[in-house]
């Protein structure tokens, strides 16, 4: 990572809002319906075109394909990772639930919102091994296209990674 010598560079978090068509998708797929391979992959492409795009536009330094080939920060890993499924209902967050008119205002929110939540993730059923490099390395190719095709001119690029202390927060583990 570089050091900001002449001014503080500008970055984000990560993740950044999906299109709604692409966040469809995942939703579907989350629900275990199916989805054409081919379709998602091409809303992903585009989505992350859209997203770098963007950012350059918007004058971020520090810019990433904002997950848009994923379906959330660490539900992903269901694909790139054995010993994982089945699921299970996350422990509740407890600045919602001090709060019960929030908490009810945000469920009913979310009850109305095409989206892929991650409060009831895959959970540990077996041993943790990686599936093969195959996906990551798709993703780190296509992002390095958009780049190279959009001139996104970043000081620098990044993708997000969940380290295994954010697994194994967010994953009950049953093994």
């Excluded at 296209?145 to 583990?173: K, Q």
Aim: proline share 5%.
């Amino acid at each position: 990572m570089r050091l900001s010598e002449d001014r503080i560079l500008v970055t984000h978090t990560g993740s950044l809002p999906r299109p709604a068509a692409l966040t469809a998708l995942y939703a579907r797929r989350e629900r275990g319906e199916a989805v054409d391979g081919a379709e998602l992959a091409a809303a992903g492409r585009e989505a992350l075109r859209a997203i770098v795009a963007k950012q350059a536009h918007a004058g971020i330094d520090v810019g990433n394909n904002g997950e848009q080939q994923r379906e959330g920060f660490f539900l992903h890993m269901r694909r790139r990772l054995s010993g994982l499924g089945g699921s299970w209902k996350r422990w509740p967050r407890g600045d919602i639930e001090r709060y019960p008119l929030f908490k009810q205002a945000f469920e009913d929110a979310m009850s109305r919102k095409t989206a892929v939540g991650n409060f009831a993730p895959p959970k540990v059923v077996g041993e943790m091994r990686y599936l093969g490099s195959g996906l990551i390395r798709q993703e780190c190719q296509e992002f390095r296209a958009v780049l190279d095709e959009l001139g996104a001119g970043f000081v620098e690029p990044f993708l997000t990674a969940p380290s295994p202390g954010m697994i194994a927060s967010a994953m009950r583990n049953e093994y």
